[in-house]
């Protein structure tokens, strides 16, 4: 993309966005809720134009239904009351948009391929309602991966996830990426769980996009502009940084004396709830 | 008369052909009204028919033809305004009772009407013409032809229009086609159980199918035996046993959701049992 700039409703989304993703490689996206991180996939998907500047998705201008390029939707609300099974919902990924009668003798082939691939071969027969939420994703990956794109484009893949499930599709991300030598852009409002497998990051921060290493992210000033909130960079005894979000109080420190006496515990004003830990080399 | 010679009465006969053909379609369009959750829409669509047929009386025409502009206008209504599935409770809500407020003024301007607001309302399968068995015939294939054409991606448009859109598919035109065909059913659907037990048909078999299995092929499948099976069983109890049809239908549909769910629970057991 070169100057990119969004605008839907009249209103600027965002401007000045200049990248580049290459093959074999995963691109974090952060921002805050609602900056514009799944408007820049629907942009790459064909659904919604640039108002500014150029994008070009394999030397082409970007349309819609381009097999190139896998999706895995945010939120499908379907999901956790459906009652389709997982290899049904992969089948759709293959032909699910084509009208008509005939069955293409490849898809049974196809689709065993993608639930291999992600590990889903076990649960693939049971219904989505059945399955956990770190399962469902995995599924929902098989889904996006099923013509082995060369773009694969996944949004919010760890959202509401427990932590075990979280690092497992963060190694199915990997792993995807290892064996397919797709280019890989991963929508997220959290870095930490996925520092680790990260090439690139680029961050949505008062209506600009910028992109640049991990870690020239992972940078106290930028993180702060980026979330629009006090961050916090911790490393911890094993070398690992952790991003933690600060209370106002702490971030902009003012003396007043406590009734007690006692101090306060700055560990106390942490997020901690926030804190993954994360080796980032 | 006998019962084999009332089954050969041509009202017997005509209503015969009629019930095979909807109840093929509703069970086949009824089960996308349950995996899209809008058995309220289906609702809806059967009440505004209920304006309709009442305007198209009170112009002298038949009130299949009422139905036809009604439930089709109310469709669409309905598929544009309510294309993403969040918002469609309201609209639907409110095309609903502006239709029905447009029946009452029908039936007020009209005297002398309540005897095809009874069939309306509640069904006059005995009482289908020779004329209307082709009508609803040709109607209900031609549902079923485009639902088995447009299979694949009403159901993917159904479970993650995300992803469907992210590939191509436009999610109004889909909602837009489905809201056709679930009115279109609807109007025949009319001609056997009336606007009020519409649902009988149309979702019930749909729902015992949706519990009994997860392939959404054979849930099709067994949707579409169940409305058969309560529909001929139906006809048949009514012409042996006597009763409205349309009683015996929604008697019959309504137990075959109950016992699928029945089921459902035994094997459930069945299967935590064997776990443990």
Same mark, same amino acid.
């Given at each position: 993309?070169?100057?990119?700039a969004v605008s839907l409703g009249g209103r600027t989304?965002?401007?000045?966005?200049?990248?580049?993703?290459?093959?074999?490689?995963?691109?974090?996206?952060?921002?805050?809720?609602?900056?514009?991180?799944?408007?820049?996939?629907?942009?790459?998907?064909?659904?919604?134009?640039?108002?500014?500047?150029?994008?070009?998705?394999?030397?082409?201008?970007?349309?819609?239904?381009?097999?190139?390029?896998?999706?895995?939707?945010?939120?499908?609300?379907?999901?956790?009351?459906?009652?389709?099974?997982?290899?049904?919902?992969?089948?759709?990924?293959?032909?699910?948009?084509?009208?008509?009668?005939?069955?293409?003798? +490849?898809?049974?082939?196809?689709?065993?391929?993608?639930?291999?691939?992600?590990?889903?071969?076990?649960?693939?027969?049971?219904?989505?309602?059945?399955?956990?939420?770190?399962?469902?994703?995995?599924?929902?990956?098989?889904?996006?991966?099923?013509f082995s794109p060369d773009l694969l484009l996944l949004?919010?893949?760890?959202?509401?996830?427990?932590?075990?499930?979280? +690092?497992?599709?963060?190694?199915?991300?990997?792993?995807?990426?290892?064996?397919?030598?797709? +280019?890989?852009?991963?929508?997220?409002?959290?870095?930490?769980?996925?520092?680790?497998?990260?090439?690139?990051?680029?961050?949505?921060?008062?209506?600009?996009?910028?992109?640049?290493?991990?870690?020239?992210?992972?940078?106290?000033?930028?993180?702060?502009?980026?979330?629009?909130?006090?961050?916090?960079?911790?490393?911890?005894?094993?070398?690992?940084?952790?991003?933690?979000?600060?209370?106002?109080?702490?971030?902009?420190?003012?003396?007043?004396?406590?009734?007690?006496?006692?101090?306060?515990?700055?560990?106390?004003?942490?997020?901690?709830?926030?804190?993954?830990?994360?080796?980032?080399? | 008369?006998?019962?084999?010679?009332?089954?050969?009465?041509?009202?017997?006969?005509?209503?015969?052909?009629?019930?095979?053909?909807?109840?093929?379609?509703?069970?086949?369009?009824?089960?996308? !009204?349950?995996?899209?959750?809008?058995?309220?829409?289906?609702?809806?669509?059967?009440?505004?028919?209920?304006?309709?047929?009442?305007?198209?009386?009170?112009?002298?025409?038949?009130?299949?033809?009422?139905?036809?502009?009604?439930?089709?206008?109310?469709?669409?209504?309905?598929?544009?305004?309510?294309?993403?599935?969040?918002?469609?409770?309201?609209?639907?809500? !409110?095309?609903?009772?502006?239709?029905?407020?447009?029946?009452?003024?029908?039936?007020?301007?009209?005297?002398?009407?309540?005897?095809?607001?009874?069939?309306?309302?509640?069904?006059?399968?005995?009482?289908?013409?020779?004329?209307?068995?082709?009508?609803?015939?040709?109607?209900?294939?031609?549902?079923?032809?485009?639902? *088995?054409?447009?299979?694949?991606?009403?159901?993917?448009?159904?479970?993650?229009?995300?992803?469907?859109?992210?590939?191509?598919?436009?999610?109004?035109?889909? *909602?837009?086609?489905?809201?056709?065909?679930?009115?279109?059913?609807?109007?025949?659907?009319?001609?056997?159980?009336?606007?009020?037990?519409?649902?009988?048909?149309?979702?019930?078999?749909?729902?015992?199918?949706?519990?009994?299995?997860?392939?959404?092929?054979?849930?099709?499948?067994?949707?579409?035996?169940?409305?058969?099976?309560?529909?001929?069983?139906?006809?048949?109890?009514?012409?042996?046993?006597?009763?409205? !049809?349309?009683?015996?239908?929604?008697?019959?549909? *309504?137990?075959?959701?109950?016992?699928?769910?029945?089921?459902?629970?035994?094997?459930?057991?069945?299967?935590?049992?064997?776990?443990?």
């Amino acid at each position: 993309m070169r100057d990119g700039a969004v605008s839907l409703g009249g209103r600027t989304i965002w401007r000045r966005a200049t990248f580049s993703v290459e093959p074999g490689t995963i691109t974090a996206v952060l921002g805050p809720n609602a900056s514009g991180k799944s408007t820049l996939l629907n942009l790459i998907l064909g659904l919604v134009p640039l108002s500014e500047g150029t994008l070009r998705v394999f030397d082409q201008t970007p349309r819609r239904g381009n097999r190139r390029v896998g999706y895995m939707a945010q939120s499908r609300a379907a999901d956790s009351t459906s009652t389709l099974t997982g290899r049904d919902y992969v089948g759709l990924g293959f032909d699910g948009p084509r009208f008509g009668w005939g069955r293409d003798k +490849a898809k049974r082939e196809v689709i065993r391929r993608a639930l291999a691939l992600t590990g889903t071969t076990s649960f693939g027969d049971q219904p989505l309602h059945s399955l956990s939420g770190g399962q469902r994703q995995r599924i929902a990956l098989a889904h996006a991966t099923v013509f082995s794109p060369d773009l694969l484009l996944l949004d919010e893949p760890l959202a509401a996830l427990d932590l075990a499930a979280q +690092a497992e599709i963060v190694d199915l991300i990997n792993l995807v990426r290892d064996t397919t030598g797709a +280019a890989i852009i991963v929508v997220a409002h959290d870095l930490n769980p996925l520092a680790s497998i990260v090439n690139q990051v680029l961050w949505i921060a008062r209506r600009q996009v910028r992109s640049g290493s991990v870690d020239e992210v992972v940078n106290e000033a930028v993180l702060s502009e980026l979330y629009g909130h006090p961050i916090e960079i911790i490393v911890t005894p094993r070398g690992r940084r952790v991003i933690v979000g600060l209370e106002e109080e702490f971030a902009h420190p003012h003396p007043h004396p406590h009734p007690m006496g006692h101090v306060h515990d700055e560990e106390a004003h942490q997020h901690l709830s926030e804190v993954y830990e994360e080796e980032i080399t | 008369m006998s019962l084999s010679e009332l089954l050969s009465t041509s009202f017997v006969q005509h209503a015969f052909y009629a019930v095979t053909a909807v109840a093929l379609a509703a069970g086949a369009v009824g089960y996308f !009204v349950v995996l899209r959750r809008q058995a309220f829409a289906a609702h809806a669509i059967g009440h505004v028919g209920f304006a309709g047929a009442a305007g198209a009386v009170l112009l002298g025409l038949s009130p299949i033809v009422g139905l036809l502009v009604f439930c089709l206008g109310a469709g669409l209504l309905i598929g544009v305004g309510g294309a993403s599935l969040d918002e469609s409770d309201a609209v639907v809500g !409110v095309t609903l009772t502006a239709a029905l407020g447009l029946g009452v003024l029908f039936i007020s301007l009209y005297s002398g009407y309540a005897n095809a607001t009874y069939s309306i309302l509640f069904g006059q399968i005995l009482g289908v013409t020779w004329d209307d068995v082709g009508l609803v015939a040709a109607l209900s294939l031609g549902v079923l032809l485009v639902v *088995s054409l447009s299979y694949r991606p009403l159901l993917f448009a159904s479970v993650d229009a995300q992803s469907a859109a992210a590939r191509g598919l436009s999610i109004r035109a889909m *909602s837009l086609l489905f809201m056709a065909l679930l009115a279109i059913t609807t109007v025949v659907a009319i001609q056997i159980v009336g606007v009020l037990l519409v649902f009988s048909l149309l979702v019930a078999p749909a729902a015992a199918a949706e519990v009994l299995t997860s392939r959404p092929l054979h849930a099709v499948g067994i949707a579409m035996t169940l409305a058969l099976a309560s529909a001929w069983v139906g006809l048949f109890f009514g012409v042996w046993i006597g009763g409205p !049809v349309s009683f015996w239908i929604t008697a019959l549909a *309504s137990s075959s959701y109950l016992l699928a769910r029945l089921f459902d629970r035994t094997r459930v057991r069945h299967v935590r049992r064997s776990l443990a």
